[in-house]
C-alpha cells in the first residue's frame, strides 16, 4: 500500500508522529518503518514536520488483528536471527542474501563502520515456502556457483525497494525525477542533467533516502557505498529511468530559474546551419564562441596566450556557456 501524503496549511486533526506512534503502540524504529512500508500514512504539513491524521489513527487501529497484526508486519530480523526462523545455517541465508533473493529492508552502519542489513520476517518466511529446495540438503552445483558467483544484490536490492517506497509518496512529476537522481553520485548527476537550473531544482528535492544521518565523516562514507549505484548496469537503468521522469516533469511545469534569465533556443539544423540563439537576445553565437576560445573553457587564458595578457572580454555569463556545452555535443 503506497504512502500517500496530502498537504494542509494547519494542524487540526493531526497529532506528531511521536504520540501517533504511543498510540499505536509502536517504538521510534518500528514507526518509522510503518510510515517506509506505507502502513501509516502522515501528512505533511506545510512549514512543520510531518503529521499523522488522527482519522489515520483510527483506520490502523480498526484493522483486522489490530496490534499483533500490525507488529508482525513491522517484524525486522537481522542475518542470526532471519537465519533461525528460515531454519538455515548463518552461512547459507548470508549467501542467498547476497545473491539477491530477497532485499533488506533497513540497514544502519555499527561503530566498526560496518553495514547491518535488516529484513522483513514476512518476506523471508514468504521466501522460505516458495524455495523449500534451498533451505535444506546440498544446493544444487550450478546453482550454488551461481549464486557465489553473483557480486553482493543486497545494497542494490535495498536501493530498488527504497526508490519505490519514495516514488509511491508523491505525486508531483519532478519530486518523483529527484527520487531517482537521490541514487545518482554528483558526477552522473550532472551528466544526466545536463541543463543547470534542472538539476539544481531536482537536488533540491532529493530526499534522504537512508532516513538517517551520522555526524561521522567515516560512517557518512560508508552510507554512499549503500544509497549509491557504483554498478555501470544499474546507473543506466537509472538514468533511463530519470530521462522519463524529466519528460513527464518538464510537460507539467518547467524547473524554476531567476528573475532576468537569458533562455538560448536551440534550434534543429538545416543543412549546416549553426544553432541560434533566440532573436535580440546577447551577442552574436560566432563572436561569443571566439570569446571563450580565446580565455580557454573556463575563463582562463586559452594555450599560448601569456597569463598576464589581456583578454577581450569577461566570462560568458550562465546562458551562453550552456549555449556552449549543448553546441559541443552536436558538434
Given at each position: 500500500?503506497?504512502?500517500?501524503?496530502?498537504?494542509?496549511?494547519?494542524?487540526?486533526?493531526?497529532?506528531?508522529?511521536?504520540?501517533?506512534?504511543?498510540?499505536?503502540?509502536?517504538?521510534?524504529?518500528?514507526?518509522?518503518?510503518?510510515?517506509?512500508?506505507?502502513?501509516?500514512?502522515?501528512?505533511?504539513?506545510?512549514?512543520?514536520?510531518?503529521?499523522?491524521?488522527?482519522?489515520?489513527?483510527?483506520?490502523?487501529?480498526?484493522?483486522?488483528?489490530?496490534?499483533?497484526?500490525?507488529?508482525?508486519?513491522?517484524?525486522?530480523?537481522?542475518?542470526?536471527?532471519?537465519?533461525?526462523?528460515?531454519?538455515?545455517?548463518?552461512?547459507?541465508?548470508?549467501?542467498?542474501?547476497?545473491?539477491?533473493?530477497?532485499?533488506?529492508?533497513?540497514?544502519?552502519?555499527?561503530?566498526?563502520?560496518?553495514?547491518?542489513?535488516?529484513?522483513?520476517?514476512?518476506?523471508?518466511?514468504?521466501?522460505?515456502?516458495?524455495?523449500?529446495?534451498?533451505?535444506?540438503?546440498?544446493?544444487?552445483?550450478?546453482?550454488?556457483?551461481?549464486?557465489?558467483?553473483?557480486?553482493?544484490?543486497?545494497?542494490?536490492?535495498?536501493?530498488?525497494?527504497?526508490?519505490?517506497?519514495?516514488?509511491?509518496?508523491?505525486?508531483?512529476?519532478?519530486?518523483?525525477?529527484?527520487?531517482?537522481?537521490?541514487?545518482?553520485a554528483p558526477d552522473q548527476l550532472a551528466d544526466a542533467v545536463p541543463d543547470a537550473y534542472e538539476r539544481a531544482?531536482?537536488?533540491?528535492?532529493?530526499?534522504?533516502?537512508?532516513?538517517?544521518?551520522?555526524?561521522?565523516?567515516?560512517?557518512?562514507?560508508?552510507?554512499?557505498?549503500?544509497?549509491?549505484?557504483?554498478?555501470?548496469?544499474?546507473?543506466?537503468?537509472?538514468?533511463?529511468?530519470?530521462?522519463?521522469?524529466?519528460?513527464?516533469?518538464?510537460?507539467?511545469?518547467?524547473?524554476?530559474?531567476?528573475?532576468?534569465?537569458?533562455?538560448?533556443?536551440?534550434?534543429?539544423?538545416?543543412?549546416?546551419?549553426?544553432?541560434?540563439?533566440?532573436?535580440?537576445?546577447?551577442?552574436?553565437?560566432?563572436?561569443?564562441?571566439?570569446?571563450?576560445?580565446?580565455?580557454?573553457?573556463?575563463?582562463?587564458?586559452?594555450?599560448?596566450?601569456?597569463?598576464?595578457?589581456?583578454?577581450?572580454?569577461?566570462?560568458?555569463?550562465?546562458?551562453?556557456?550552456?549555449?556552449?556545452?549543448?553546441?559541443?555535443?552536436?558538434?
Open positions: 500500500m503506497a504512502v500517500q501524503e496530502c498537504r494542509e496549511r494547519g494542524t487540526t486533526a493531526t497529532v506528531a508522529c511521536g504520540r501517533a506512534a504511543r498510540e499505536l503502540g509502536l517504538k521510534p524504529r518500528e514507526f518509522q518503518l510503518a510510515v517506509q512500508l506505507g502502513h501509516v500514512r502522515t501528512v505533511s504539513v506545510v512549514g512543520g514536520r510531518p503529521r499523522v491524521a488522527r482519522e489515520e489513527i483510527e483506520r490502523v487501529r480498526s484493522g483486522t488483528g489490530f496490534p499483533e497484526a500490525l507488529r508482525n508486519s513491522l517484524w525486522a530480523v537481522g542475518t542470526a536471527e532471519a537465519a533461525q526462523l528460515m531454519g538455515v545455517s548463518p552461512a547459507r541465508f548470508a549467501r542467498l542474501a547476497r545473491a539477491g533473493c530477497f532485499a533488506p529492508v533497513r540497514f544502519y552502519v555499527n561503530r566498526y563502520r560496518a553495514v547491518v542489513w535488516h529484513y522483513l520476517a514476512a518476506d523471508l518466511v514468504e521466501f522460505a515456502d516458495a524455495n523449500p529446495g534451498l533451505l535444506t540438503g546440498r544446493t544444487d552445483p550450478g546453482l550454488r556457483l551461481e549464486l557465489e558467483g553473483r557480486e553482493d544484490q543486497r545494497a542494490r536490492s535495498w536501493r530498488a525497494r527504497r526508490l519505490d517506497q519514495l516514488s509511491g509518496r508523491t505525486a508531483d512529476p519532478w519530486e518523483r525525477a529527484a527520487v531517482v537522481a537521490a541514487v545518482l531544482y531536482v537536488s533540491s528535492l532529493r530526499p534522504d533516502i537512508a532516513g538517517f544521518r551520522s555526524d561521522s565523516a567515516a560512517a557518512r562514507e560508508v552510507i554512499a557505498t549503500v544509497t549509491l549505484a557504483v554498478d555501470a548496469d544499474e546507473i543506466g537503468r537509472h538514468r533511463e529511468r530519470l530521462a522519463l521522469a524529466l519528460d513527464a516533469a518538464r510537460a507539467a511545469r518547467s524547473a524554476p530559474r531567476p528573475a532576468g534569465h537569458v533562455a538560448w533556443a536551440v534550434v534543429e539544423p538545416e543543412g549546416e546551419r549553426e544553432p541560434e540563439p533566440e532573436r535580440g537576445q546577447g551577442p552574436e553565437p560566432e563572436q561569443a564562441l571566439k570569446r571563450v576560445q580565446e580565455q580557454g573553457p573556463e575563463g582562463e587564458p586559452a594555450e599560448g596566450q601569456a597569463a598576464g595578457a589581456p583578454t577581450a572580454a569577461p566570462t560568458a555569463p550562465a546562458g551562453l556557456r550552456g549555449w556552449l556545452r549543448r553546441l559541443r555535443r552536436i558538434m
